[in-house]
């Protein structure tokens, strides 16, 4: 039985005296997980001894750390479910590990509890106020590979910042860059903060309410307590292409209307997804009620654009209209792409201005933060079973983080722990493929795959 040993755990200090502030979240920070998003990086033997690669890691991450100090900075509770980060210079944890496992071992990175491993772990008991909010694990294997597993509190990045983040700490752990030829990073969470006097929302955001039940039952408790199991698909150029097809093949456009623009290839493959779930999942009663839930980056959508270099959060929630099970299963793809796209596109600037007003007018808005990278327990709606959660990693540049032993061979999350969550990503050789990270049910998800690649 392979076994992973823990050498060393580290506090790594940023290279230079950083500012000691306090920083105010933005409403769209609030909703994420306070906890860390884990996500792992594979490499296949670099010709790298694993103390020069140790140092690497250490002396970069001590420089990128000093633009990026949020990242050595500590949470604190405000009320309200609300929390604030006061950059205090305290540290990230860089922990060395080994393991007696191959990288073969782990098959294709599904993100199992095996794979979670190597991901650094955090113990939760532990005072907010004392947890650092960016954790790295360097895991050398037995083969020479090396996995890097980051952890980072979620309510400080989301998705792109994560990513331009790790990016320039590759670029300069590879001299490929200094500290002062990156793009510097924006903290100020001021632009997505909503206007004082606060307003009332000018919509009415249903996003935040519990989407629908299985029918007969009045709570997701026991769908909550099922057994469920995770699964990597992978998709070539040539099925995502025959999918955005499909799904643009049967659209109709009346004489008076102007032909709208074809369907991408995330509405193609969200839409396919949606569709097996519903037959997998399918009873006697096809009239089952069900949404999607997606989330909408405003970075362009937005009036006044948010800075490409902004580090927070810039994401919000958005949802499919309610349909049912047996049109979504006997309606051509484009209808089931068509209901993903009016879900995304009504989030427009105002819409999005409404929605922080909303989430700030909340008294307490621990009722709205999910977790799928945790066992933390969270109020939030449950989107399991009959629903989902589409994420797209599909623009990000998952594949540029060179240390200076090469790109990685496979990027993707070190957990996914709810039903109904996914992760669609480009494949590793960033060839128009993609990778789909999935959580369903156990006895939905044969059928689930099975119907995915079907045609």
Known sequence: MASLTVHSSTTVFPAHPTPIATLSFSESDQIKPWTHSPTIYVYRSPAVPTSAVVDSLKNSLSQILVPYYPLVGRLHWIGGGRLELHCCSAGAQLIEASSTATLDDYGDFSPTDALRELAPKVDYSTPIEELPVLLVQMTRFSCGGIVIG?????????????????????SIARREKTVESIVQPFHDRRILQPQKPLRLPRFDHHEYNNPPLLLGCSDAKEERKKESTVTLLKLSKEQVEKLKKRANSNTVTRLDEVPSRPYTRYESVAGHMWVCACKARSTNDNSQPTMVRVAVDVRRRLRTPIPNNFTGNSTLVAVTPKCQFDDLMSQPLSYAAGKIREGTWKITDEYARSA??????????SWVRTSYHTKVKVEAPFWGNPNLSLGSWMTLPLYEADFGWGPPCYVGPATLNADGKS?????????????????????????????????
């Not at 922080?356 to 808005?365: N, Y």
């Open 150 to 170: 980051i952890g980072i509190s979620h309510i400080l990045v989301d998705g792109v910042s994560a990513i331009t983040f790790i990016n320039s700490w590759a």
């Open 356 to 365: 922080l007003d909303f989430l700030a007018s909340q008294e307490d808005i």
């Open 423 to 455: 992760f669609i990503m480009p494949a590793p050789d960033n060839d128009g493929g993609l990778v789909i990270a999935v959580r369903l049910q156990k006895k939905h998800m044969d059928d689930f795959k099975r119907l995915f690649y079907e045609d």
